[in-house]
């Protein structure tokens, strides 16, 4: 008992922060935190400092649950006079924080920083003492969120604002308009969010809104709007703006779609010249990106006049149409003193050397850009979409294949930048598809490109989650499944599932914007935690079960509640598709608990009795009703261990 106690009120240990920072040397004691908690600012005179003063603070109120009042200097924020731009150093010791930045930017990370350190001690909140020294690896880290897919409510950008300065992200890429809907409020062109969008557009007291609420919170907001391809909803109000006449109407489906801006008439131009005014005057950031990605040719091809155009500027492809297009579009940025953005498809000959690549088709296009001079960032792998784990993205990087780039084109690389794509997503289950998942790209964005341990990587992701949590952001997971009233069961279906992303999903059913996201597959995340867990506690067991007591234990209880489960499932319209999931995870629960025991017990199982049950739970990967199983990695690492002592090989030691 004394000796329980003793381990319970150990040291805390200090909990790394996320992204890990380049420098950081634990040292003895720590700092309270209590009410009287309070952040003193030395140097600067800047409205951002101190309301990002006021916002941790409150964010230390929220995290720890202390009704704050002040009066003791506790974190001390100093200007310096050197360090990088976005650089800090933060000292923690028993007396008193210090917080040392040159820029404003700095400071804003060194207090995200701060705030994470704070955790539940033996006797109160504490801050375990440390030195940090830091600086962001890449200067773009990104958030692409698509708003036109799935229209998103102005709250839900800010809560998602709040969550990258978090994890130190520093670029809102906002993509406005597509197909499905055009979001902006253009006073020159009305009918653009009159017709395009359904009546949900920010207006431009909003877009000032957002940009003041970002800029506060160190990140730049730039601005997409997709041409000359994912066009549909601009031709709701402006059909003589397309290739093809109309009417159009805004398109409800997912996919690539023929309706494609004429590059052929000079009155496109004249649009967009007027357009591009007013839009580069609303959103002051340096970078402007014009999409130009995927673009079907077919209403080019269709069309006489534009072939006729084509012929007469020595045009002999698409691709070339499409250079011509983006090479006027680039000149209409530039009159306004912007640099221009565009995704891989952008490139040709003719770009400018300042223009902007961002690829999302893979390492090879964004080297083919930085060797033509072109700076990137690299959005390929970081598709949050595609519902990959953490450790995917995590294991991409921006300095792409050595093999591509010399160290000059590597120079050329600025970062990257997660995506969220909303065919699959809306307002209530956005938060949960793009966190904490993120956070694994902003640490690959900001840490040293050798801080690789996906293990590590993991537990920061626990505890970020956290952090998340305190700035607003909601997985809206339980309150998902407690309204499709499945009963007790569902939420441990729910922790042993994960959710397809959109390849899995366009091919199960036909989907459109008018096809509601309430099932379980769009209440469950797309990686479980409760799994991994289990999965290493699994492979603990496989590598020794003598040694793994305590993990059996976790592992028959989690395999017992499974077993049983498929009972505590109520069955209505919205439960019924789960019901081979439900008996899957059943099934899987009594394999389990025979393995444990298995294992356990040191009594062999019957020959072939491991190889059956790999091939019945390999039945179980396919998906069903859009759900991946992943309850079935902890047992299967059980029945391999089984397979390879049984068979006299030392699969372990592969
Ligand atoms: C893209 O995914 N079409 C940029």
Redesign the pocket.
Known sequence: MKILLAVLLAPMLYSTPMPQPWKSVPAAGHLVIDSNFAIEVHGFTDARVDSAVRRSTARISRQTGIPIIGGKRVLVVERATEGADESYVLDVSPEKAVLEASTVEGALHGLETFTQLIMPGAEGFEAASVHIEDHPRFPWRGLMIDCSRHWMPIEVIERNLDAMAAVKLNALHWHLSDDQGFRVESKRFPKLQQFGSDGHFYTQDQVRHIIAYARDRGIRVVPEFDIPG?TTSWFVGYPELASAPGPYSIERSWGIFQPTMDPSREETYKFLDKFLGEMTALFPDQYFHV?G??VDPTQWKQSASIQAFARAHHLKTPDDLQAYFIHRVEGLVKKYGKTMIG??EVLNPELQADTLI?S?RGPAALANAARKGHHGIL?YGY?LDHMNPASFHYAIDPQIDQQLLDDKGASLILGGEA?M?TEYVTPETVDSRIWPIAAAIAERLWSPKDVTNVDSMYDRLDAISRVLESVGIRSNEQSMLRRMGGGPGLRVLADASESLGIDGRQVARKYTSLVPLNRFVDAVPPESPTVRRLEQMAQKVASGPAGAKAEIARLRAAFTEWSANDTQIDGNFLTSELIPLSRNLSNLGSVGLRALEYLSSGKSAPPDWAAQQLQEIGSMEKPVAEVRLAAISPVRVLLKAIAGSASGSVEEHK
Do not use: A, N, P, V
């Open positions: 994912h999409g990605d995927e995704w891989d961002q999302w959005s598709y995506c794509w």
